[in-house]
C-alpha cells in the first residue's frame, strides 16, 4: 500500500508559478514511477508529467511541455512539479499518482487525493 499526499496549490495570477510537492510512503515507494496529473470541472483527467524510479526519464504532456518541470528527492520519498508561465486554462486539481513500475508505461496504481490550483487572468 502506498500513500501520497499532495500539497502546494493555491490561487496565483497567469505567468506565475507554483511548485506542488507529493509526499510518498509505504511500500517501496522510492522505487516506484510516480506522476502528475489534472482535473479541470467537467473535464477528464488528463496526465501532465512522470518520472521514473531514479529521475533520469522524464514525460511530459503537450500542454505542459517547457513550462512544467518534474522531479524527485528519493531521499524525501517527495516528487515535485515546478510549474512556470501558468495559464487559466492550468486551472484544476492536480493529483499525484503512483506506478508499480520502476519506469513510467502509463498505468497509475495509487492516487492521492488532489490539490486545487487556480490560475486567474
Known amino acids: 500500500q502506498v500513500q501520497l499526499v499532495e500539497s502546494g496549490g493555491g490561487l496565483v495570477q497567469a505567468g506565475g508559478s507554483l511548485r506542488l510537492s507529493c509526499v510518498a510512503s509505504g511500500r517501496s515507494s522510492s522505487s516506484r514511477a510516480m506522476g502528475w496529473f489534472r482535473q479541470a470541472p467537467g473535464k477528464d483527467r488528463d496526465f501532465v508529467a512522470a518520472i521514473n524510479w531514479n529521475g533520469y526519464i522524464t514525460h511530459y504532456g503537450d500542454s505542459v511541455k517547457g513550462r512544467f518541470t518534474i522531479s524527485r528527492s528519493n531521499a524525501l520519498n517527495t516528487v515535485y512539479l515546478q510549474m512556470n508561465s501558468l495559464k487559466p486554462e492550468d486551472t484544476a486539481v492536480y493529483y499525484c499518482?503512483?506506478?508499480?513500475?520502476?519506469?513510467?508505461?502509463?498505468?497509475?496504481?495509487?492516487w492521492g487525493q488532489g490539490t486545487q490550483v487556480t490560475v486567474s487572468s
Open positions: 499518482a503512483a506506478s508499480s513500475s520502476s519506469n513510467w508505461v502509463g498505468r497509475v496504481d495509487y
